[in-house]
């Protein structure tokens, strides 16, 4: 072989390769890329698009409509009919500030983008569709409504949904803002100090307090924790004490007494028996330090990775020191105690429909993770049962429905305690699980929040069928 053969094999070689190169690239990109990129806000094309499709309506799961487009001489508008009530799920899209909510998550579908090939040959000889796909959720208007109310003047969120299937019947998070009204309001907006713009029912980050101890105990019984403990009122880890609210001395209290007092020394002391990896991947299988897939963004909750003093371990146990959750992944643990230790995946659109009115895409239950044992969660659910019954509970009792459920009352850094009240109904079937958390709220869970669950439930049995 002279060198003019090995030269064009080596040019040969490096076309090959380039070409290789550019089909792995191009393969990447049409997997991983091109649905960020036709969806990003910067997208020119896409824009051309909303100013050319109608977008399409969403309606809650009765019927009622959230949000629809009219068109207008200069192009379309979008109306919200309900303000402020929607603007964390539903969220804007607007040309100057983007997108947020199912506008943004779902705006390939409301803008009819999700076409097969057959479909998009069609259109190239007929012109692009005049209106988007529509929405239907599984919210229901009356009881999202009704959690706002709730939550008016306050901060925090109330969620509902149901502990089988995933459907979510209202998610809440105040301070909130009006979609329809961002442009004038935007400055405010932003500057607000108490951020209307996060959603803190998916992406809110507390310290959950005593709601975590859902999580401590179902560790305890996997690792077969069955001593009593002596609550003296406080327990010092270390020279550092983590006191019982009020300073109450408890006496001797096994597991199910802990709960039902939601006793801080039992608990802490428990923490320390099991260690953080124990008491870590207990978290772990509850989905914190995880990604919850679901149709709206998220954040992650927190349970420290690494070793832990025995302090910061005790308080781990209680829900306070270093961990914090989302009202979502709470609502999703609290669930699984309803659901046999299944954790479903929740979701807010059931439907995607034509604008002729053919469903494109439903959801159906997924089973996303499995947190414990049905036996554990059994146990678990007859201690909750018993805090609503005789504990800390008792403002969340219905009369003639068993209701499951444990309070929260967290400390923070402003000073003024986070109230939480998480729970289920009815215990022995349940059709509904909620989470109420008020944050700042200067009060116990029992107090404030577990009163708020108690009608949500009333109301949301009253209305599902």
């Known amino acids: 072989m002279d060198k003019t053969d090995k030269r064009i094999i080596k040019v040969l070689t490096a076309l090959t390769l380039m070409f290789m190169g550019l089909v792995v690239y191009l393969t990447y990109f049409q997997v991983f890329q091109a649905s960020k990129v036709v969806n990003s806000n910067y997208n020119k094309r896409l824009w051309a698009n909303e100013e050319s499709v109608l977008r399409g309506t969403i309606y809650d799961r009765n019927g009622s409509v959230l949000a629809y487009s009219e068109k207008t001489e200069n192009g379309q508008t979008r109306l919200y009919p309900f303000g402020n009530l929607y603007s964390h799920v539903i969220?804007?899209?607007?040309?100057?500030?983007?997108?947020?909510?199912?506008?943004?998550?779902?705006n390939k579908e409301l803008l009819n983008l999700y076409k097969n090939p057959i479909e998009e040959i069609t259109q190239k000889i007929t012109g692009p569709r005049k209106n988007g796909n529509n929405l239907a959720l599984t919210l229901d208007n009356s009881l999202q409504d009704k959690a706002s109310k709730y939550l008016s003047g306050k901060k925090g969120s109330i969620i509902l949904m149901n502990p089988k299937t995933g459907e979510i019947y209202a998610m809440v998070s105040k301070p909130d803002f009006d979609p329809a009204t961002l442009k004038e309001d935007w400055e405010d907006i932003v500057e607000n100090q108490?951020?209307?713009?996060?959603?803190?029912?998916?992406?809110?980050?507390?310290?959950?307090?005593?709601v975590f101890k859902i999580i401590t105990a179902t560790a305890a019984l996997e690792k077969g924790l069955s001593r009593s403990y002596d609550c003296k009122g406080s327990i010092v880890i270390e020279g550092y004490e983590l006191r019982d609210y009020g300073g109450n001395s408890h006496g001797s209290v096994d597991l199910k007494k802990a709960m039902e007092v939601s006793c801080n020394s039992a608990f802490a002391s428990m923490g320390l028996e099991l260690g953080?990896?124990?008491l870590r991947d207990t978290a772990q299988n509850y989905l914190f330090n995880e990604k919850i897939p679901f149709d709206i963004k998220t954040k992650d909750s927190i349970f420290p990775e690494g070793g832990m003093t025995k302090p910061e371990l005790g308080a781990s146990a209680i829900g306070q020191g270093?961990?914090?959750?989302?009202?979502?992944?709470?609502?999703?643990?609290?669930?699984?105690?309803?659901?046999?230790?299944?954790?479903?995946k929740p979701y807010l659109v059931q439907k995607v429909i034509s604008p002729e009115g053919s469903v494109l895409k439903e959801t159906t239950p997924d089973i996303l993770?499995?947190?414990?044992?049905?036996?554990?969660?059994?146990?678990?659910?007859?201690?909750?049962?018993?805090?609503?019954?005789?504990?800390?509970?008792?403002?969340?009792?219905?009369r003639n429905v068993k209701v499951a459920g444990k309070t929260g009352t967290a400390e923070n850094e402003t000073g003024k305690e986070h109230a939480w009240f998480v729970g289920f109904a009815p215990a022995?079937?349940?059709?509904?699980a909620v989470v109420v958390v008020l944050e700042s709220a200067g009060s116990t869970g029992g107090k404030s929040a577990a009163p708020i669950?108690?009608?949500?439930?009333?109301?949301?049995?009253?209305r599902i069928q």
């Open 369 to 398: 993770a499995t947190a414990t044992d049905a036996l554990t969660a059994q146990t678990i659910k007859d201690m909750m049962v018993n805090v609503v019954d005789n504990g800390t509970g008792k403002n969340a009792h219905i």
């Open 322 to 344: 270093k961990i914090l959750v989302t009202p979502l992944n709470m609502l999703l643990a609290t669930s699984a105690i309803a659901n046999d230790g299944d954790i479903v």
């Open 428 to 432: 022995d079937d349940p059709k509904v």
């Open 91 to 106: 969220g804007y899209s607007y040309r100057e500030y983007g997108k947020s909510g199912l506008e943004d998550s779902y």
């Open 194 to 210: 108490d951020s209307p713009f996060i959603n803190r029912a998916s992406m809110g980050l507390y310290t959950p307090g005593s």
């Open 276 to 278: 953080s990896a124990a």
């Open 453 to 462: 669950a108690r009608d949500m439930i009333i109301s949301a049995l009253n």
